[in-house]
């Protein structure tokens, strides 16, 4: 077990550490953030929103006469990552809006992350400048030519220093390969190879290799009306580099080994739990599919998001999960109103704890919910800004249905529904998390006494 993962629900009070982003009166489509992510250490972590810009966080150094103060992430960097486009030849407008962030391992003094929209992934290079250099031969101070004539002594340049200023740059961009919209992007554990998925093909790239990329899945059938299911997520494996998984619409989830074939159209496993036929419903199809599947740090297990359940698979296993959670099971008896305001087809995603023993997803409300997976134990906790106080304890939260309400549940028919935790982050190896809600990052840490 990692230092500092203790057993979630009894040992772990969360308490409020910082919120980022403006109050919510006149919030643009624009800032709503789209994707978190904590780079390998968690020293860094960055968000992306709609209007296609980059933030990047970086952790404070703790204090020494502050103890009780763990580092506070602080704005570090924030570049326009992606620009609106047209494609001329469909009419189509390609939106700027950040689908994911992926962190590269640090190898050197700078960062690199990749970032993509719906057409284009870019892969992004973050640095220092400190020093700057003086004293050029054929340059005046002001970066004026020089006349060649004047030039009566060579000098040697120096290094003076200036005020610190973190440049991003454009590495690569990797366009012109995706016909539909990409949903995913993974780094591959070779870190020479990444891919990515849109609804019916993934792609490998090289990172050295901007013009050419190879189609390693390909599930367009010949003619479209008989198109029964569209990729919605695809990882790498953390630890194998020619394994890899994809979920579908339909709830099922695929591995595939590339040492098996160029093309993997066949897959190595097929993960599906048959559907219980008393719970059949209109709703069932919308609601099994897949929104987020996620490789556990160990490379053992394997977690997927549908609407209303978080599920873990052991790789060793294809028929059924061994462990299911049901995130808002009330909302059962509301998938009516939920498909008439569209909230049904919300893509929620899921995140694992350093350790792989808790898992986190969003709900509505600005809710969100940890699930223990030794103790079976599970917690319900809101991202709000009324108890944001500096280390207020989150305080647990109950949705009753129906019957008497108790003081501090609210009622399932009050759940704000505009309100959606889609996105989250859980630090590599302390008890630390992200939480977007709409325009705001909330980071929350475990209570230290």
Known sequence: MIPGFGNLMQDVLWCFSQVKGTIDIGVTEADIISTVEFNHTGELLATGDKGGRVVIFQREQESKNQSHRRGEYNVYSTFQSHEPEFDYLKSLEIEEKINKIRWLPQQNAAYFLLSTNDKTVKLWKVSERDKRPEGYNLKDED????DP????????????????????????VFANAHT????????????????SADDLRINLWNFEIINQSFNIVD???????????????????PHHCNTFVYSSSKGTIRLCDMRASALCDRHSKFFEEPEDPSNRSFFSEIISSISDVKFSHSG?????????????????MENRPIETYQVHDYLRSKLCSLYENDCIFDKFECVWNGSDSVIMTGSYNNFFRMFDRNTKRDVTLEASRENSKPRAILKPRKVCV??????????????????????????PSENIIAVAATNNLYIFQDKVN
Do not use: C, Q
Request: hydrophobic share 40%.
């Open 143 to 146: 970066g004026r030519l020089r």
């Open 300 to 316: 053992r297990y394997i977690m997927t998001r549908d609407y209303l359940t978080v599920k873990v698979w052991d790789l060793n």
């Open 149 to 172: 004539s004047m030039i009566t002594m060579l000098r040697v340049p120096v290094l003076r220093p200036m005020d610190l200023m973190v440049e991003a740059t454009p590495r690569r």
């Open 219 to 237: 599930i367009k059938p010949a003619n479209m009306e008989e198109l029964t299911e569209v990729i919605t997520a695809a990882e790498f494996h």
């Open 180 to 195: 539909y919209h990409i949903n995913s992007i993974s780094v591959n554990s070779d870190y020479e190879t990444y891919m």
């Open 402 to 427: 129906g019957g008497k309400r108790r003081k501090d549940e609210i009622s399932v028919d009050s759940l704000d529904f505009s309100k959606k935790i889609l996105h989250t982050a859980w630090h």
